[in-house]
């Protein structure tokens, strides 16, 4: 991605990196394509001075990994003495970023790749160049429309010096209901196999939040998604399909290590998964796969290795077009994106094996891939399945629930959230999450006010203008309607200097929004006479799952 200013001035981009309270940043380079080099170290604590592996393997800590962009503005009142004198004031505006729990590195002993980064839908301040073939962006008073296929990636090596204790492998022998000639021929399957792909995510069984072994199948079976997340789209299209992954990836993300303070990965049904509202790549991955199964879809479940969370689960679709086979969608169920077979920017980097409610496959490809592996199950030089034609699928039942049980949505918490001081519908939501949302827009706001030296000027106009903006952009996230967006703020940005952004998240706690909001250093804005706007916006779904957005915007008036 290629950045450059209005005046044909090029970006200055940098990175800064925050963990365990420690902050480093990169130098400042010049260009589109930044190549910084830089070697930066942060110490590590683990909680409470334990270095087992068992403790080192909950640590909740991430590391921050934040994209910014150094403005110079110039600030001299006086053309007259512009030939003599210079005056300008150094801000930064941020770009995207992105995080790697520390877990990640511990457990795969150094993390090595691409990253890509999360950028938001709009940017305030910077625009596409179109008719450029390198697409890069310019910085001006408009916004920045980016599209799935413009993403913006970073290339880093992290490793822990010196090193700390390895995981144990997990060797204890869990109760289980299943037969023990199938749990037999399981453990004696998945060790040959990984004798030879030894870094291969290769499994066939799974440990269920009793603590008992599971053989994997049983966690796939057709489940209706709520009514409510597809609503205005076709049955089976692809819109369908890309709102109800959505609606799973708003489901918040929690490892298993946090979950359930082991070192082993537990495995939830759906149900318990939505009553819970929180689980990893797996919990998110099996969801949505049987969704797509009930809308008639050919989907599995493929586990593997994906940056930056290391094992992982994806979902695979196939997309026949015309009629034709072999057209193959990786899908995150984690974040909501898919990406074709063959995409570049895919984050799922190798595939160790292949599950539905019929068959377990390993990959037995001298390649790992998804770009390089050929997903044609059929085939015994390319994939070794569990069940044969010499052992046949006994017929495993599900340990899902065939018919899915939703609470509805609370519709009166839209209203709530866009008012703050309309307080009507106080019983009407739990009061724990009452509290929260209601604190969203005034706690952020805070936060700025606190975080400046200066008085925090509220433009209640664009407050109210990127209030009207969020429905819209909840409605289509992966593809807003620009020319809106652009007339309803037209007015702001033919009169003022903008920079501001939209977030999206699930709604966990408002720590964690106002956190994400102070990490993009908005608030430094050193322009004494900069006004504010600040909107928030949750939308809710089935099961109190609440996406919510949060629109930051500076402004300072033209001159």
Known sequence: MRLEIAQQVQVRPFVEVTFQDQTRVTPVVDGPNPSWNAQLTLNFTSPNNDYSPTGLQTVPDEIHFNLFDELRVDVLEDDRERL?????????RWLGSFSIPFSTVYSNTRVD???QLSVPLVLLGYSRDTYSSQRHLRQTSFELSLPSHNQTFLRLFITIE??????????EQFESNEDPKLLRNARLWQESLLEKFKRRQIQAT??????????????????????EVMLGSQPGSLAAMELTAHFVAMIPSLADAAAFMGTCDIWATTDQFLQMQAGDEEEHAVLL???FLHMGKKAWVVLGSGIPEGSTAYVLTEQPEDGSLGDYWLWNATTGEHFHQYSSYCPLQSVGSVFNADNIWANVQRREEPALVTFNFNSTSNWKPFFTAKYPNPGLSSVQRETMQYKPPDGQFAETLQDKFVVRWFWSLPSILMRSFLRVEMVVMKKIEESRRWVTRWNRHCCNELRKILPQLEAKPHSFPVQEHNRQLADILASHNVTGFPLHMPFTDVDAVVEAVYNTHIHNVSDPRAEFALAAYAHPYPNDIYSLWVYVVALSRRR
């Open 289 to 291: 796969c049987n969704y």
């Open 162 to 171: 010196p090193p700390l204790p390895p995981l144990p492998p997990l060797r």
């Open 84 to 92: 003599t004198t210079r005056h300008e004031r150094i801000e930064r």
């Open 206 to 227: 799974a440990v269920d939040i009793n603590g008992k072994t599971v053989f994997l199948t049983r966690y796939i079976l057709p489940q209706k998604p709520p009514d």
């Open 113 to 115: 790749g691409t990253f």
